[in-house]
């Protein structure tokens, strides 16, 4: 009998049904039952390990990912544990969220390694099965987005580029009109975009700060955009303006664009929302947007 068939079988009584707590005999009966194609042999090695050493083995699992969930997810397990006390749910958060674990096994198996997999994995379950939770609180669903996000940001692979140095920004005061429109630059295919219903930038750094989340977050529609931080490698998130926001979405990823390109959208943009003010303002307006974009890495220099 192939190995992949008596591990199929330990698998499933691992994670999705164990054997009730039954002598040896019935035991050994329910699992010829349950999986037909094991040998004798392979039945009875089977029903020789006990129920309470296979749901150890299935306690180490839930609570590994359930781990992993929390490293994620700090901000939104924060905010699902006030929801379910708010809606009468009286267990203890983190057996809670280990319940949460094997309810989110049996909507959808985690069957790779990748614990991206994992996070779009939870952020589908709270979206299909807990509209309870989304109902009461909609900034639950934006703050899932947000963090994942901010995963999917930390492993996206690194992208050839030439360092933002204090050199290279003070000299830009040296340099002629034609010499920084001309810089070149990459918007990566990590850097996110969104619009929020809520200030989740604000949430996420105030709970960073000092572990406490706002009671009732006020509805405020945001731009922001995520990128990942030369400097210290991780997510991070910052407002702009609506201009800002769809001239960044307008740039093909992973190509090499200029200041000339993105200025004459921005200014594009800009101009047809209101076009009272001059050229040379509104120019002055972008490029401190800009740098700003260089600097949080949602836009890198491309290689010289």
Not at 18 to 23: H, N, R
Request: net charge negative; proline share 7%; aromatic share 8%.
């Amino acid at each position: 009998m192939p190995l992949s068939d008596f591990l199929s079988a330990v698998r499933c009584l691992v994670l999705d049904d164990a054997l009730a707590d039954a002598p040896p005999p019935a035991r050994r009966r329910e699992i010829a039952r349950r999986f037909p194609q094991l040998t004798p042999a392979e039945a009875d090695d089977l029903s020789a390990i006990s129920p309470a050493r296979l749901g150890v083995y299935t306690d180490l699992i839930f609570a590994g990912q359930r781990s992993q969930i929390e490293w994620t997810f700090p901000i939104s397990l924060a905010l699902i544990a006030r929801i379910r006390e708010h809606l009468g749910d009286d267990r203890p958060a983190r057996r809670a969220d280990f319940d949460l674990m094997r309810e989110m096994h049996r909507f959808e198996p985690w069957r790779s390694a990748s614990s991206r997999d994992l996070a779009a994995l939870f952020q589908r379950f709270i979206a299909g099965q807990r509209p309870e939770w989304t109902d009461a609180c909609p900034v639950l669903t934006e703050l899932i987005d947000l963090e994942r996000t901010d995963l999917d940001i930390f492993y996206a692979e690194d992208v050839d580029c030439q360092p933002l140095t204090d050199a290279w920004l003070h000299a830009i005061g040296e340099r002629s009109v034609e010499q920084v429109m001309a810089i070149r630059f990459i918007r990566p295919s990590c850097t996110a975009l969104r619009f929020f219903d809520h200030d989740v930038i604000a949430i996420a750094r105030e709970f960073r700060h000092d572990q406490t989340l706002q009671e009732a977050p006020p509805q405020t529609r945001i731009c922001a955009v995520g990128s990942r931080s030369p400097g210290t490698l991780l997510a991070e998130w910052n407002r702009v303006t609506p201009t800002g926001h769809d001239a960044l979405a307008a740039l093909p990823p992973a190509r090499v664009h200029t200041v000339n390109d993105l200025a004459s959208d921005w200014l594009a943009r800009r101009t047809a929302d209101d076009d009272s003010t001059g050229e040379a303002a509104l120019f002055a307006e972008f490029f401190p947007q800009f740098l700003g974009w260089l600097k949080s890495g949602a836009l890198l220099l491309a290689p010289s």
